[in-house]
């Protein structure tokens, strides 16, 4: 069974306290996660962006533009996160006529001593949130689901 004491988990000091994580000793190296998630809709909210039509205006343009706002933003959204230089944040989103929706991968980079994966995450999110308010006008269903690390490397631990 895994040692939960305080001193064992790196966020809690000896008191049990949050605290940020000391990465001083940790070396500098390139470190990239990869994260993705996906929107679904009905089929006439998916044409009505895809023809460029929605109420609110450039769907896709603006829940892009907001993933790799809310990249830059992590370490003031999460706790404890450490703020990072991110050197590359890309956003993709991908329509999809089967799924009536789009899937969303976001890429992030940095050279650093704490990994990135957090940021991918968040840009993910934040891309999937604004797709469904851009959108909720036309329709209150919409869903966001799978949001997931698929990918990090650098430092000791890659995935």
């Known amino acids: 069974m895994?040692?939960?004491s305080p001193?064992?988990?790196s966020h809690l000091d000896e008191t049990g306290?949050?605290?940020?994580?000391?990465?001083?000793?940790k070396s500098v190296t390139v470190r990239e996660a990869i994260a993705t998630g996906q929107v679904t809709m009905k089929k006439s909210t998916f044409i009505q962006i895809e023809e460029g039509n929605a109420p609110k205006g450039d769907v896709l343009g603006t829940a892009k533009i907001a993933g790799i706002m809310a990249a830059k933003q992590t370490s003031s959204l999460i706790p404890l996160c450490h703020p990072l230089p991110l050197t590359k944040i890309e956003v993709i989103i991908t329509?999809?006529?089967n799924l009536c929706g789009y899937h969303i991968?976001?890429?992030v980079k940095t050279e650093g001593k704490t990994g990135v994966e957090m940021e991918a995450l968040t840009a993910v999110s934040?891309?999937?949130l604004t797709l469904?308010?851009?959108?909720?006008?036309?329709?209150?269903?919409i869903t966001i689901e799978a949001i997931k690390l698929?990918?990090?490397?650098?430092?000791?631990?890659?995935?």
């Open 105 to 107: 991968q976001a890429r």
């Open 150 to 159: 698929v990918s990090k490397t650098g430092g000791k631990s890659s995935l």
């Open 17 to 25: 306290s949050a605290q940020m994580v000391d990465v001083s000793s």
């Open 132 to 141: 469904y308010d851009m959108a909720k006008a036309m329709e209150k269903t």
């Open 95 to 97: 329509p999809d006529d």
């Open 126 to 128: 934040v891309t999937a």
């Open 2 to 4: 895994q040692d939960l």
């Open 7 to 9: 001193t064992k988990l």
